[in-house]
């Protein structure tokens, strides 16, 4: 624990003389600062939902910086965070309404100081259930809303549909719908679920943001957990069981892809090359080979054995977020923010472009290969799932009345059915056929007759209100539950 004490005289005199800003009294990061990051910047830059990739839930995750990089600097003048709230760096933080300037000389002179941390600096100086002006009980009343469904997986006997939405695994019967178990007590959102080789065992991935990854490996007959891997520094975003069932991949927020021994729990190897967060992991049918995508655009292919990158496939003109090898071994779709399907013609040695096709209006989440090798589906934002055949710049079915993003799909083991999971929570089975309707999983929950005497006037909105805020500006990263 690394706790930095000014003690009590020092934090006295603080506030004595606090007041018109005096640049050299000395700053305390709980005292001053603290109050000033719950009450002006916490909404946006929590754990849940880091805007920029950088929260101020603790000092360690201040610290940390967003994606631009770290924001302390010894200087202010060259701190980021002293940038951005003077504006010399856009947008000028927070967004909307700045800081007084005796606000911003506090944090100047605490960096002068020596940027020092007076709590433990992991502690959630700030938790996320402090985040103001959340107003749930008023949105319940007039929007009921379910956990976004942010994975899907579908066992290839057919009998099982894994759902993954916000701390809970859901396990249905597609043919009746009935929830057969669920799988309760992951840290945040499930990204990702995989079923293992033989089917007996569910891999759910996931973590709290900004903190560390998660992934939980149940057993999906009796419900038994029967292991949680810790690691990473970010949520996992996407893994993969190896063909033997032996080890399991994981890509993660935090640039690196890990490879795990599923007997010992214990990381055997660390994959890095990528330079920005990574969104998918799947290893090949024959299992010595491992293909990544990534928020630096690229897909690349690793050599299991060495953990060495063999090659990388750009052409990608935004964040990949999902990929899927094909069962044949010889392709890889790739899908992504740039609103692309891509396919590329890989082997052990290198690889190149076959095809590349917009596919979407918006942003694709999730890409899946239906078990035949035959289609492949695509999810977006831009509200529909499509089917397409490789090689078939044309969807052969587009399901379009779905009623919000969609983050994931999957194919039932049969290649007959395809299951939809959607930012609304609503989990939906298409026929592939013809594109109709099959059944509706999870539905979202009829809005309750509301007297008017039972809805309160809800506060007028603040500048710099959360509802002034883009709800996604990076799809995956800021999908935090809508509860
Ligand atoms: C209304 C939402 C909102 C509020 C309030 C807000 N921010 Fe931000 N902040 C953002 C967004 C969005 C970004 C990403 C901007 C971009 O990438 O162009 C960001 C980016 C940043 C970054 C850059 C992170 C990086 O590494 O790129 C810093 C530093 C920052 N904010 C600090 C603050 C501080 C300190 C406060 C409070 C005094 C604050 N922000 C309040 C929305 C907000």
Request: proline residues 8%.
């Amino acid at each position: 624990m690394r706790v930095v004490y000014f003690g009590l005289a020092v934090s006295a005199a603080a506030f004595v003389i606090q007041g018109p800003a005096h640049a050299q009294a000395p700053v305390s990061f709980s005292k001053d600062l603290v109050p000033i990051l719950k009450e002006q910047c916490v909404k946006c830059h929590n754990a849940r939902q880091p805007q920029g990739g950088f929260a101020v839930s603790s000092f360690a995750l201040l610290e940390k910086g967003g994606k631009g990089g770290k924001v302390l600097a010894p200087k202010p003048e060259d701190s980021r965070l002293i940038k951005y709230l003077e504006g010399t760096l856009k947008p000028q933080m927070p967004i909307g309404t700045p800081l007084s300037k005796a606000q911003i000389d506090k944090f100047k002179a605490w960096v002068s100081q020596g940027s020092k941390a007076d709590v433990d600096v992991n502690a959630l100086v700030i938790p996320d259930s402090a985040i103001p002006a959340i107003k749930v009980p008023v949105i319940k009343v007039k929007v009921p809303v379910l956990p976004q469904a942010a994975s899907l997986a579908w066992s290839k006997d057919n009998k099982i549909l894994a759902i993954g939405t916000y701390k809970t695994v859901i396990l249905v019967d597609p043919a009746t719908g009935k929830t057969l178990r669920e799988l309760p007590g992951h840290a945040d959102v499930i990204h990702n679920l995989q079923f293992s080789p033989d089917g007996k065992q569910l891999a759910a991935a996931g973590g709290p943001p900004a903190l560390q990854g998660e992934v939980k490996i149940w057993e999906v007959e009796t419900g038994k957990e029967v292991r949680t891997i810790l690691g990473h520094n970010d949520f996992v975003y996407s893994c993969s069981w190896s063909p033997d069932g032996k080890t399991l991949a994981t890509a993660s927020y935090d640039k690196l892809v890990k490879i795990w021994d599923l007997a010992t729990g214990a990381e055997v190897k660390t994959l890095k090359d990528h330079a920005d967060a990574v969104y998918a992991v799947t290893f090949n049918p024959a299992g010595n080979l491992l293909a990544s995508g990534s928020a630096d655009r690229s897909v690349k292919v690793w050599d299991v054995a060495t953990g060495k990158r063999i090659y990388t496939l750009a052409g990608h003109g935004d964040i990949v977020f999902s990929l899927a090898w094909n069962p044949a071994g010889n392709q890889i779709t790739s899908v992504g923010a740039d609103k692309t399907m891509r396919i590329w013609n890989v082997n052990a040695q290198n690889g190149n472009q076959a095809q590349n096709t917009s596919a979407h209006e918006k942003s694709i989440n999730d890409v899946a290969y239906s078990p035949d090798g035959t289609m492949m589906a695509t999810a977006s934002d831009d509200k529909s799932v499509k089917i397409w055949k490789p090689g078939n710049g044309t969807p052969i079915q587009t399901i379009k009345d779905l009623p919000d993003a969609m983050l994931s799909v999957a194919f039932s083991g049969d290649n007959k059915l395809v299951a939809t999971g959607g930012f609304d929570g609503t989990v939906k089975i298409y026929n592939v056929a013809d594109g109709k309707l099959q059944s509706t999983v999870i539905d979202l929950p009829k809005a309750p007759e509301v007297k008017p005497a039972e809805v309160k006037p809800a506060a007028p909105a603040k500048p710099g209100d959360p509802k002034a805020v883009p709800a996604k500006p990076e799809p995956k990263k800021v999908d935090a539950p809508k509860k």
